[in-house]
């Protein structure tokens, strides 16, 4: 109740004062949002009236205080969250007055928003948008509200996590020209319900390699960027309907229709389509952005990642070059490790790396553990569960490195170990 009547004292202050009519003013539309108390949520917004303003940092938090003498409403700095994390900020500034911004909340946020209305606040929380002025004018606030929910029919349909695989599973596929490759599955988690749209692409040797805002589903850009995004050879497409369930695996194209006639290495890139989603919709006519609507349905805080294979004539599969300078430090090859001790994994990076990614498999080439970890971090110490999971088998290990679009640049090769017997 207590932040209920707080709530109203500032409506009654905006009005009074005349900020939420003040002309030349950012606005955003949708102005809230549900969003899934248990995980990630993304949702698509845009902003309108930007002239003289740039965006800025955005921020949850529980709370709003007048942001006097700037505009608008600001986050009780007692009361905040989290910012926008930099790796999912996929904002675009959209011509000359308007602003596209991709909400990627967090579970971590929603985490704490739940935490907070268990002890009793309010379950709504909201997140706020810097704008700042270039004419040396006050800054403005913009809030949007964020409301908890379960996740289901009236949240946005968003994809939070998407992984492309082969089956059975394998770090690297390796076949010979003509050989036909195995079936390909995308492993999807998602907030709402609404139609998964799209379809499956090809990048052959010798092609252009698709650039990160390739990568991103189309509801994630901006209405006048949709359909201008590089295109490769259609595979097939898809059209199926999600249930509010939350995890989908989507079948990929029949295995014949995969080329593998050159030799070299080969992307498939699943192309997720914008679908019309009510509870993703954001009104270009609201904030003075220009007519009609933007259908947010199926956006992605994230590039969907490629799954790449390889055609070759021989059966050797390339490893790292001398040159890239990276190479496996700890543990030695055959290194026998005691149960009762940690196991950490060490290597030495390459300049071009931006993510590395630790692989480790059994001798059928099973994935047993796989670790992604950003540059800059070259050690990983296993979880207490890799021991249990080994048993009496011996393991292979190996380092790969990709480039920002999850592209592999250099890898090492495969070092065996096992665990001590019991």
């Not at 110490?381 to 999971?389: C, E, H, I, V, Y």
Request: glycine share 10%; hydrophobic share 40%.
């Amino acid at each position: 109740m207590k932040r209920l009547l707080i709530l109203s004292v500032l409506l009654a202050f905006m009005l009074t004062n005349g900020v939420a009519q003040q002309p030349g003013t950012v606005k955003v539309n949708p102005t809230g949002v549900n969003i899934n108390t248990s995980g990630a949520t993304v949702a698509f917004l845009t902003f309108g009236g930007l002239v003289g303003k740039r965006p800025a940092e955005a921020t949850w938090c529980g709370e709003l205080i007048p942001a006097a003498p700037d505009i608008g409403f600001k986050c009780n700095p007692a009361t905040i969250f989290g910012q926008l994390p930099a790796r999912f900020d996929q904002s675009t500034l959209s011509g000359n007055t308007a602003f596209t911004d991709i909400m990627s909340i967090p579970p971590s946020v929603a985490r704490r928003a739940y935490q907070a209305a268990q002890d009793g606040q309010e379950s709504a929380f909201f997140y706020v948008r810097r704008f700042i002025s270039l004419t040396g004018g006050p800054d403005e606030f913009v809030a949007v509200t964020c409301r908890l929910t379960g996740g289901g029919a009236r949240t946005p349909f968003a994809l939070t996590d998407v992984k492309l695989s082969f089956t059975p599973d394998k770090p690297v596929l390796f076949v010979k020209p003509g050989e036909k490759l195995t079936r390909i599955k995308a492993e999807i988690a998602y907030n709402g319900t609404g139609r998964l749209k799209g379809r499956w692409e090809v990048v052959l040797p010798g092609e252009e390699a698709p650039s990160v805002r390739d990568l991103l589903t189309e509801a994630t850009l901006p209405i006048e960027e949709r359909g201008l995004q590089r295109r490769y050879t259609q595979i097939s497409r898809f059209n199926v309907f999600l249930p509010p369930v939350g995890k989908y695996t989507l079948t990929g194209p029949d295995p014949s229709r995969l080329p593998s006639t050159v030799e070299g290495q080969y992307l498939v890139l699943l192309r997720i389509e914008a679908s019309d989603d009510k509870e993703g919709d954001s009104s270009l006519a609201a904030v003075g952005a220009g007519a009609g609507v933007v259908h947010g349905g199926a956006v992605a805080g994230f590039p969907l990642p490629p799954l790449r294979y390889y055609v070759g004539s021989g059966s050797a599969r390339p490893s790292a070059q001398p040159e890239s300078g990276m190479a496996q430090l700890l543990p030695n090859d055959n290194f026998v490790a005691d149960r009762n001790k940690p196991l950490d994994f060490t290597w030495s990076g390459t300049e071009e790396g931006r993510f590395y990614r630790l692989e480790i498999v059994d001798q059928q080439q099973n994935m047993v553990l796989s670790a992604l970890l950003p540059s800059g971090i070259g050690t990983y110490r296993a979880p207490s569960w890799l021991k249990d999971k080994a048993g009496d088998r011996s393991l292979r290990w190996r380092v790969v490195a990709l480039d920002q679009v999850g592209i592999t640049i250099a890898e090492t090769p495969w070092r065996t170990l096992r665990y001590k017997k019991q």
